[in-house]
């Protein structure tokens, strides 16, 4: 509504400061924390109910008490403890690529002619859905038609090996198929931190007589570590998140070479159905990831984080 | 600039260092385009000419991946015998639903929670971030069991309740990050004014639609390529598209072509969806914490 060429927002003058009133907020956060908590805390008291008990499927089966006995009993688990070394050392393995190739690609992607174009092609992989990424990749790796297979063979390094049948193979297959999809993320982190990084101290150390070799190692990489240690606390999340891609690629398999931890989660829990030791072994998952969270919000509120954001 | 011109190196190793750059760049297009490129290509393959392959070494012989005739037969086959209608309407269902229940009651949380401030607020956040962080599997575990009493196994509700378990607590926490950058000043005004609380959020609201739109698509997209829930909790009755696409993988009779065709009717909405919000990706996709 306008009134002699202004808007108007209310008929009548305040009548009284409705400053002070809290309650206002707190009623319009209070359905989405109800539910949050619905859906997220209920479930986490369940879980802990779970691994507890040796919980049955069938109707009106009681489920029975038997203490910590689901974590005593992952002691023993060879797979559980196997699943951790692997799941590290998969994350590793995808952090080290990504990180390493995503830099690079920052680097030279940074005021290149063709920055916004590319930038969009590589958006592309990021948008699609793990498990769509871990097919097509499944069919390029196949041993009697894929494409990747037979490149590979021509060029004389896989001799007659199948990529994912060969447990020495099939860990890198999966890490190829992660550093394929997410790369173009952490060079699109790098990026934003490059856009940031303070021209001016860029420019005096070129007036002292620096080339860009070292205006890389002094300059860049001290601006750009904040930005780099988010992208890898996200990415090292993410591989906790998502076994979409593994699950249809490997499995888990070949024996058990890329059963990373929440792949055996699944499995027991979804394909054995031992939802009270699942139970325990989503407990010391989810221990983790919030030790991890912890690291990642501590970055968040980090002040020298915060200098880098541009003045919204 | 002009400063940066007089001190520039010019080292005998520039064009060389350019070269390299292009080169990288060149490969780097190459490959992340590749595989999305042969999953096109061979959606509109017939089931024999999709198997072809040069002999190993026969380098010559790559053409043949070209040497097909286009059919269009996959994408029938999907609708007219796989169902797919049925599972695309599932997948569309459970993620407008999730995103909409998620950014509606996440914006209104994340508005109160940038105005107000109380004892304990840190704590919130770190439960809310927590909540989003956790994996998949893990939440799926006592999900299941919950839902399996609640009779929520196969239902879209059910789905669209477990995507809110990770939409709902990203909504919060990015909305709350978009909303601290919208200045109280503004509704501060509007309140002296004579506005009461709810008019003077209206005054903010053109301010933060296109955030809270781009949000809303990223919440669509996160849900619409989810594998686990889908597969565990939709399975039955609200079966979405990447479960079923994987379960075109049968261990006898792969049916390549109809996978490929799948890939394309999951993927092609969703490479629209990030463009269209390309501006807000990375800020949705590292939680806020970097933003362009």
């Known amino acids: 509504m306008m009134r002699d060429g202004f808007r108007v927002i209310a008929d009548e003058p305040a009548k009284r400061n409705p400053l002070p009133s809290r309650r206002f907020y707190f009623w319009l956060m209070a359905p989405a924390l109800i539910l949050l908590a619905a859906i997220s805390l209920y479930p986490f008291f369940w879980l802990i109910y779970m691994m507890l008990h040796e919980v049955q499927l069938a109707p009106n089966a009681p489920d029975t008490w038997v203490g910590l006995k689901n974590f005593t009993q992952l002691l023993n688990d060879k797979k559980f403890l196997n ?14 690529l990504e990180v390493g190739i995503g830099l690079i690609l920052a680097l030279v992607l940074n005021n290149s002619r063709w920055e916004t174009v590319l930038v969009t092609i590589f958006l592309m992989p990021m948008m699609m859905a793990p498990v769509i990424a871990g097919l097509v990749w499944y069919y390029l790796y196949n041993g009697t038609f894929g494409w990747y297979h037979w490149l590979l ?10 990529i994912l049948g060969s447990p020495d193979t099939a860990m890198l297959a999966v890490v190829i198929v992660d550093v394929w999809q997410w790369t173009p993320l952490i060079a699109l982190i790098v990026l934003a931190g490059l856009k940031r990084v303070p021209q001016d101290q860029l420019e005096a150390n070129m007036v002292d007589g620096a080339g860009p070799v070292r205006n890389f190692f002094s300059i860049m990489l001290p601006n750009l570590y904040p930005f780099l240690l988010i992208a890898i606390l996200l990415r090292f999340m993410d591989n906790f998140r998502f076994i979409d891609a593994i699950l249809v ?4 398999g070949p024996a058990d070479s890329t059963k990373i931890l ?25 221990l983790v990831t919030i030790v991890l969270g912890m690291v990642l919000v501590r970055m968040f509120e980090d002040p020298a984080q915060k200098m880098n954001r541009p003045e919204d | 600039m002009a400063s940066l011109d007089i001190v520039e190196n010019r080292s005998p190793l520039r064009p060389l260092g350019r070269a390299l750059s292009i080169l990288f760049l060149a490969v780097f297009t190459l490959w992340t385009v590749l595989p999305i490129f042969v999953m096109f290509v061979s959606s509109f393959k017939d089931l024999l000419q999709a198997f072809q392959l040069p002999a190993v070494g026969d380098w010559g012989a790559i053409g043949i991946f070209f040497d097909f005739d286009p059919t269009l037969a996959h994408y029938y086959n999907l609708f007219a015998n796989l169902n797919f209608g049925t599972y695309l309407f599932n997948s569309l269902a459970a993620a407008l639903g999730s995103a909409a229940i998620s950014v509606v009651l996440g914006s209104m949380a994340a508005y109160s929670l940038s105005r107000v401030e109380f ?8 439960w809310i971030i927590s909540t989003r962080m956790a994996p998949v599997v893990a939440v799926l575990v006592p999900l299941y069991a919950i839902f399996r009493s609640a009779g929520l196994i196969g239902t879209l509700p059910g789905l669209i309740l477990a995507y809110t378990t990770f939409n709902l607590p990203f909504a919060i926490w ?3 990050g978009f909303f601290d950058n919208v200045p109280y000043a503004i509704e501060e005004a509007a309140m002296v004014d004579g506005a009461s609380r709810v008019q003077a959020l209206r005054e903010i609201m053109p301010l933060v639609a296109p955030g809270v739109g781009a949000f809303l698509i990223l919440c669509v997209l996160f849900a619409w390529n989810d594998y686990l829930f889908a597969s565990i909790i939709g399975s039955g009755g609200a079966k979405t598209l990447p479960p079923a696409t994987r379960e075109l993988v049968q261990p006898q009779n792969i049916q390549w072509g109809s996978i490929m065709a799948a890939g394309v009717v999951t993927t092609v909405p969703m490479l629209f969806l990030g463009l269209l919000i390309r501006r807000y990706l990375v800020t949705g996709l590292t939680m806020g914490a970097v933003r362009e």
């Not at chain 1, 063979?153 to 199948?162: A, D, E, K, P």
């Not at chain 1, 690629?249 to 888990?252: D, S, V």
């Not at chain 1, 989660?265 to 699942?278: H, I, N, P, Q, T």
Request: hydrophobic share 45%; charged share 15%; net charge positive.
């Open chain 1, 83 to 96: 699943g951790w070394l692997i799941l590290f050392k998969y994350s590793a393995f995808c952090m080290v």
């Open chain 1, 153 to 162: 063979q021509s060029v004389g390094i896989l001799g007659n090996r199948s």
């Open chain 1, 249 to 252: 690629l490997t499995g888990g």
């Open chain 1, 262 to 286: 929440p792949t055996y989660l699944f499995d027991v829990s979804f394909k054995y159905f031992e939802l009270g030791r699942g139970g325990a072994i989503a407990f010391t998952l989810l």
């Open chain 2, 119 to 126: 004892r304990g607020k840190k704590d919130l956040f770190f």
């Open chain 2, 174 to 176: 990015i909305l709350k």
